[in-house]
């Protein structure tokens, strides 16, 4: 049985142009500049670029509804009088007066060069093979990751030349041509099966000498007492002193683990940071500016204004007229909304650098991440009476230029703890102190996570044993054991 009812909701919606707004702001600069280039392709209302400062009358009205972009647009509702009566106004242009006219874009080149694998196969024409076993070494070559190791067993490596390139073949024939031939490209190392075998290659390579000897047999026959650092079992072992050891230790030392990630043309895009901010200091203050490439210079179409202006002069309005009017008036709508998108990003992202900015001024004047202070995303939020995600949409994706380098600005906030005197102190302060005191260990007897909690706590940090621990891994530093040397 069907029964009506009434319920009441409230709901909370975005508007089109605040759904705008907020996808600009976490864009950075790059990103940023790649949507201005796609809405000024999509909106031909929209143009870039210099013009003269003549003023043209505004053709869009300035108040817009939280309806505005869904309602039916009926021509016969469209006043073109009174569209085109309202102030004037300059060209509209976001463009920053914080640069001079010299701070053109720079572009960084970038060498072109043979990949990794391909220099691999070009190599492989300095041998003298036949077909086949030039097809089985192409083969290898292609299984070679980005590291430069061969990560499949032997019997799948023969299982897939027989299905995909119809070559039979057995697994000592294919680790023959890997032992022959891939083991012997260049960089040394490239096709190992582990870290074991890719440190013996490039050992094995080197010049006959006492040290290169023994610290191939020592990862033939002792690896894993190697990497575990067990050095008294292998000053036992081998019966050696721990100067012959700290040689082997030295020569591996200078071996490269990753051989694939050193290749100098490796076909890898390199990243440039483009910063969204710059804070240099002078005469003691600190100045805050935005990169000119997020102020672009934006205007309203002339012709588009024009095209107006054509038809409210009109004396025959037809069918075809009118639909072109609706087409202009939503262009232009749409180039005003991203036109004051752009100016709010602008003014949001200045005004939320700046109160960071502010918060750790300290640091930004010294450099010194000790002085950071604890900071959230809500403490920034209160003071500029924006919401916790906008901060957010501005911290995780923008970096800033400082006089001691380029800086994700994300970094800088931090959880905060009570040190022995009750004051808050940034946990930032804390991993860095934890970095130090590690730094000047003494390295032949390595301090374990208990003790550095107890020298934290004398130092005025009471942190427990697992805080450290979890402090130690986020810096990427190793357990005591593995820190050992000798």
Known sequence: MLKQSLQYKLLQKLSPQQIQLMKLIQLPTQAFEERLKQEIEENPALDSGKEEAENFEDTLSNE???DAGTEKIETD??????????????????????YSSDDEEKNVPYAAGTSFHQSLLNQLNTFRINDDERAIAEFLVGSIDDSGYIRREIIDLVDDLAFTQNIFTTEEEVERILIEVVHRLDPIGVGARDLRECLIIQLKSKSEKESRSLAINILENAFDHFVKKHYNKLLEKFNISEEKLKEVITEIGKLNPKPGSSYAGNNKFAEQIVPDFSIKIIDGELELTLNSRNAPELHVSREYNNMLKGYSDSKEKSKSQKDAVMFIKQKLDAAKWF???????????LITMNSIMHHQYDYFLTGDERKLKPMILKDIADEINMDVSTVSRVANSKYVSTPYGTKLIKEFFSESM???QGEDVSTREIKKILETVISEEDKRKPLTDEKLALLLKEKGYPIARRTVAKYREQLD??????RKEI
């Open 64 to 66: 817009y509804d939280d």
């Open 77 to 98: 509702d469209i006043n073109i009088d009174e569209y085109l009566s309202d102030d004037e106004y300059p060209s509209y242009k976001t463009q920053a007066n914080n």
């Open 339 to 349: 036109i004051d998108a752009i100016k709010q990003r602008q003014q949001t992202l």
């Open 418 to 420: 009570k040190n022995d």
């Open 477 to 482: 530093i190793s357990v005591a054991r593995l």
